[in-house]
Antibody
Framework: QVQLVESGGGVVQPGGSLRLSCAAS????????MHWVRQVPGKGLEWVAF????????DYVDSMKGRVTISRDNSKNTLYLQMNSLRPEDTAVYYC???????????WGQGTLVTVS | QTVVTQEPSLTVSPGETVTLTCASS?????????PNWFQQKPGQAPRALIY???NKRTWTPARFSGSLLGGKAALTLSGVQPEDEADYYC???????????FGGGTKLTVL
């Protein structure tokens, strides 16, 4: 079965950096695009970033452009999100999600909490 | 920047039918926005329900259906069950530099 397990969250000071990871299993990782989505505690979902299966095409939410980089290592079945110049408003649970085709997201991880304080 | 709007909250009784909607500040939502719907219960990750307007995931209960209604994307729950109490989010594909945008979510209460 599809499993997505995020890691790398924690407490970081404003202006700091953090790299999140998402370990994927149960599907052919190298043939699917992947997304990051975040959720401020008690608030709604916000799409953050997307990377195509081959890793060469990426998209980002405007509020994080220039501060985040999505990447992947298909040999390790792992997705990453490098976050720099973090702000208190970036405090959120960060989820990775598998692209389901036809501009959809199907499977989600359980999320990792990032606290900027 | 495009804003996607959902009803903040709805209350329904068990067995009733309820429709949640998803509107775009750009205008009419069409199939070209490939609407997705997700369910999220407290303390859990979101779960995909509907994609490409009306297609169900293999795990989506039959009482959930997606459509376009009055220029918006819609999620209809027919015969609501107590376990359907949750937050529901729509997601629209807009293309361009920021391709995907979530709606603000609808908190569905089953009383």
């Amino acid at each position: 079965q599809v499993q997505l397990v995020e890691s790398g969250g924690g407490v970081v000071q404003p202006g700091g950096s953090l790299r999140l990871s998402c370990a994927a299993s149960g599907f052919t990782f190298s043939t699917y695009g992947m997304h990051w989505v975040r959720q401020v505690p008690g608030k709604g979902l916000e799409w953050v970033a997307f990377i195509r299966y081959e890793g060469r095409t990426t998209d980002y939410v405007d509020s994080m452009k220039g501060r985040v980089t999505i990447s992947r290592d298909n040999s390790k079945n792992t997705l990453y999100l490098q976050m720099n110049s973090l702000r208190p408003e970036d405090t959120a649970v960060y989820y990775c999600a598998k692209d389901g085709g036809t501009y959809s997201l199907d499977y989600w991880g359980q999320g990792t909490l990032v606290t900027v304080s | 920047q495009t804003v996607v709007t959902q009803e903040p909250s709805l209350t329904v009784s068990p067995g009733e039918t309820v429709t949640l909607t998803c509107a775009s500040s750009t205008g009419t939502v069409t199939t070209g926005y490939y609407p997705n719907w997700f369910q999220q219960k407290p303390g859990q990750a979101p779960r995909a329900l509907i994609y490409n307007t009306s297609n169900k995931r293999t795990w989506t209960p039959a009482r959930f259906s997606g459509s376009l209604l009055g220029g918006k994307a819609a999620l209809t729950l027919s015969g609501v069950q107590p376990e359907d109490e949750a937050d529901y989010y729509c997601l629209l594909y807009l293309g361009g530099a920021q391709p995907w945008v979530f709606g603000g979510g609808t908190k569905l209460t089953v009383l």
